[in-house]
């Protein structure tokens, strides 16, 4: 075959010619680099119960590559050097994962936290106050954080007056000064009548007063090695948007907002001093009451006792005076500490607290305690403040309501007042079960307060609150009941068109009722606020139906219902004795919970689950309520993607689930705009409005989400009508940033693709839907994008479009 080919001609070649001087070369004409694309990185941020870093990253081995033992960055090992290697990370970012998990539930200590539940919950009413009108409320808005503080503050007096009536009245007072209690307890014998030094009640007052004053510590201490853990922690200079800094932009944009040092510093002052000043009251009211009516009475102790009550009211002054003197500052990040209040607050009144105990302790023959102390009409000044103080905010809720309505906002606006109800019904459970148990306890069979007792037991008040918790659990049991019956018929009617929404299956009635369940018990989460304003408003009204029948008779319900027919005797007997049980019961139960927490990771993995959504806040109400770990994860994550973004250019994608959601929206409003750009923002089963823009509108509202959508083009959402917890964050917005509902399960039968019968995923594993790949890429598709579209230091235009659709802000200086 080669054979036949014709032979190739050759071209003569010519001769060159030899010059004398070599010529120039030619001039290489200029290569242009070749087009790189920017590193990408995609850092995924977990949601409640946290995860370890192999679940996030899909591999076991990682590394660390910023942050210590309680929350940092892990990255697979292979991608340790990714930024030396851009090379290897074409078309796919770098995956990285914030773990944060460990901020909520650490050492065994965190289970001293469920102490603190109250606290928290009255924390969360500062927040879930209604959406403030620009700059035309900033009065009524103070006037709300007040009253917030000030319920807060009467929370702390409750818990420490609960101690008080164990230690004083019921120990040292009651079973110390009976002889046949103190007889059958020997460690109690030495504070008997005859039994020595001791056995004088006002030195018995004096030994009970350790036991309050040293919980009022505790809580000091927590709060103070908390605080220098959280709050103590300053924000990065210069992170937030010059538009928020100014205090125009949305709250949780200003430069102040996480970082509650000052504040908390001062709360923390005002509310040890009020324990310290709650405990020497306890003991300095028996005491001037016996000097000023015993017969042969001395003057001296009786001026003093004067004296030492002058200055108590005056200190309780000074404690209220510091509590609404001041709120938060957020336009910026204050580093001020008022040192009077700190120190000399406190100091003061331990000081006064010594000088009550000493006089307390000064011999006073003849003294002998019969009854009970006055504790009745101190829990019962508590408790109508507290219904006095939630009535006052629900009607300044309203009116900031009314003035910015607000259609998706809890309750028309009273989330808040409604929140502030349940946790003053909280302190008031555990601080009567409290007293409740003891009180049993020590009377052996009989019941306290009734007539026969050996002794008279803990205040009345307390043995209402006891009677009204088994109604209070029948209306729980009823409302349960009804929202079953609901479920149930949603279940049935959504049944019917399930199969529709898989073309070409077949209908199967066991599987349609299984995937119809799950969307109608997702969909109670709706109905949520309206059983939280049930149980609010009859704690209410059952709260002032005990405080009526304690004052009126002064019984008891047993011994009040004498006489009034056999039938409502028989209920009032069996309210008060079940009641009695059922916060024993629970008391119990409460400490073996926390017992287990302190020795069982496990156990303690799951109180930090409940206090994911509860501790996001800051403290902005209550001193001693857990900490805010958003204070140390959002400027975690801030720093991270502004650092990243600086020294490499390249884009970043944060993809936040469930509660990761949140901390990744609150990061990107502290971005400053230049790192905004390069950002996008990927969120899945996000309860960004669902959840906390229903409960805290003024701060994850329909206003302020689209205040974020505008100045954050690249965002999307996903979620499933399965999900309990997440759902459409804009849903005014169309398709522009949600997707969704995602089919779940993703099959309906079997088939080639899926041989299995598909799970039912909820609220878990949105990764592994192939929606999440897919706008994952497009975000960062349209980043880049952006980034050829916008000159250099100028923003894109569609930010500023989007932006001037945005509802206006609160005003600065009024976060209340």
Known sequence: MLESLPPRKSSPRPEAAVPDTPLPKPPVPKQPPAPTTPLALELLVHGVAGAAPGELLGDPRTVRVSGDSTAAVFRRTED??????????????????????????????????????????????????PASPARTAPRAVRAYGVLVRILALSLTVLLIAAACEVALDLFAWQCAGSGACAASRSWLRFLAPGGGWWAEPGRRLALGALVPAALTGLLWYLSNRTWSAYESQPPPAGAADPDAASGTGPALGRPGFWYGRRLVARLRAAHTAAGLLTVAVAVSVPTARHDRMAAAGVPVLEALGWATQALLAAGALAVAWVVCRRGRAEVRADHHLDRAAVTLLPGACLALLLGVLVHACWARPGWTATGRLPGDFAFGVLMLGQGGCVLALAAVARYLHRRAPDRPAALGGLGGPAVAMLGCALGGVMSGGVAQRVADWLDGGATPGAVGAPLPGPPVLLSWQAAVLPPLLLVLALLAAWFAVRGARARRRIAAG??????????????????????????????????????????????????????????????????????????????????????????????????????????????????????????????????????????????????????????????????????????VWQLPPAVRRRVALLTYGSPLARLYGRWFPAYFGPGPLTALHGELDCWRNLWRATDPIGGPVLPGAGQDVDRGPLADPIAYGRSAEHPLPAPILGHSDYQADPAFTAERDALLARLETAEGAALPGQRPAFSKERAARAAPADPPGTAG
Do not use: K
């Not at 009032?572 to 629970?586: F, K, M, P, V, Y």
């Open 80 to 129: 340790a050097d990714a930024e030396a290697h851009p090379e290897r990370y074409a078309g796919r970012p770098v995956p990285e994962a914030y773990c944060w998990s460990r901020l909520t539930s650490g050492n065994g200590a965190r289970a001293l936290w469920l102490l603190l539940l109250p606290f928290m919950v009255a924390n969360l009413a500062h927040w879930a106050r």
């Open 498 to 667: 399930v199969a529709a929404e898989y073309p070409g299956e077949t209908p199967n009635g066991p599987r349609s009722r299984r995937i119809a369940g799950a969307r109608a018990a997702a969909a109670l989460t709706d109905s949520a606020p309206w059983f939280v304003a049930a149980v609010s408003g009859i704690t209410l009204l059952l709260g002032a139906g005990a405080l009526a029948g304690a004052w009126t008779g002064g019984l008891v319900p047993g011994e009040a219902a004498r006489g009034s027919g056999p039938l409502l005797e028989a209920a009032a007997r069996t309210a008060q004795d079940a009641g009695s049980w059922l916060i024993g019961l629970g008391f119990v139960l409460f400490v073996t919970w926390g017992r287990r927490a302190y020795r069982d990771p496990a156990a303690r993995r799951t109180i930090g689950i409940l206090w994911d959504v509860g501790t996001f806040w800051p403290r902005a109400a209550h001193p001693f309520a857990p900490p805010c770990y958003a204070e140390r994860a959002v400027p975690d994550l801030t720093w991270r993607m502004t650092g990243w973004t600086g020294r490499t250019g390249g884009r970043l994608v944060i993809s936040g689930h469930s509660q990761g959601s949140v901390l990744a929206a609150a990061a």
